[in-house]
Nanobody
Framework: QVQLVESGGGLVQAGGSLRLSCAAS????????MGWFRQVPGKEREFVAA????????NYANSVKGRFTISRDNAKNTVYLQIFSLKPEDTAVYYC?????????????????WGQGTQVTVSS
């Protein structure tokens, strides 16, 4: 089992920045690829970014490339999502997730463990 707890969400004006954190406990964190997804009511969960187990490979959704940066600190069992130039359409609940085999997966079904989510609201 891997337990994931997100933090860092909040209300921010368009153009602002946030850093989301996801703290992991349980199984060895460095065994897992980590991802961030987001979801708004009435829509499917959307891939945002993913990072491989040692952080040497990352993937991003086209909608966030250049504005979002995923990183991880295996010594702290934490993955981060730095968000710049926030837009109102970034408003969502952001979830982190852990995928086995350490790869940077883009599909939600590849992930075995999920956090409870943190709300990000961007005002215009």
């Amino acid at each position: 089992q891997v337990q994931l707890v997100e933090s860092g969400g909040g209300l921010v004006q368009a153009g602002g920045s946030l850093r989301l954190s996801c703290a992991a406990s349980g199984h060895t964190f460095s065994n897992y690829g980590m991802g961030w997804f987001r979801q708004v009511p009435g829509k499917e969960r959307e891939f945002v970014a993913a990072i491989s187990w040692i952080g040497n490979k990352s993937n991003y959704a086209n909608s966030v490339k250049g504005r979002f940066t995923i990183s991880r600190d295996n010594a702290k069992n934490t993955v981060y999502l730095q968000i710049f130039s926030l837009k109102p359409e970034d408003t969502a609940v952001y979830y982190c997730a852990a995928a086995p085999f350490g790869l940077a997966k883009q599909d939600a079904y590849e992930y075995d463990y999920w956090g409870q989510g943190t709300q990000v609201t961007v005002s215009s």
